[in-house]
């Protein structure tokens, strides 16, 4: 027997992270140098909601104290780079968990480490930015960032439109699911399927065959 599926409406599918513009605050730096350059760690709000941010864009700046709106976009299962400003890149998704990766690399080594590893996150993204003195980083994120875990990791991006440069940095930040700023997910309409049985073609003939026998045989009894 085939099976008709007909299309109803679930008012419980998850299907998406719910967006909305937040302010962010920049604090300071750890303040630890290289190439000119703070590296490492820096330190913001989100909503008034303390959190580290590490930067992942070169072509930007950003000042102590200045706010702006912006969209936190996840990297983890639920990754979604739209409003990114380098989620067109080809691989961009393993960018960014690749920098990610590197982040963490901070508190396992001393600060004169963090220089080569920051200079690694800016050239995932941008080539014009300052170069590592080696391509140890690189390798090592390449072949260690598919063994994390990234579902509490954000990338921090200005309101649209977002554009390459004269705006503020891109940043990726980690965020405890119980904080009010983390991205929930929202409920929204999907399509279930209810299953409807139909009758098989070869016993719908069948049928329509007794019908016509019965009527032939009710006018053979008619006629004698």
Sequence with gaps: MKILLRSLPCLLAVVSLRASPIEATFIGVNGTEAFGYYVGHY???LDQQSVVFDCVDFAN???FGQQWA???SPIGSQADLTNTRYGEK???LQL???AAWLTQQYALNPTTAYG???ATIWQLFDTYAPMPSSGYWLSQAEANYSTGNYDNFFVVTNVGPVKPTGQVQEFL???????SVYPRLAVTPAVSSAVVATPEPRFVGIAALGVVCLLAARSRRRGT
């Design 43 to 45: 330190y913001g709000k």
């Design 61 to 63: 700046d950003v000042h």
């Design 70 to 72: 912006v969209n936190l």
């Design 90 to 92: 080809l691989s961009a």
């Design 96 to 98: 960014y968990r690749e």
């Design 116 to 118: 080569d590893i920051h």
């Design 173 to 179: 930040t980690v965020l405890n699911p119980t904080m």
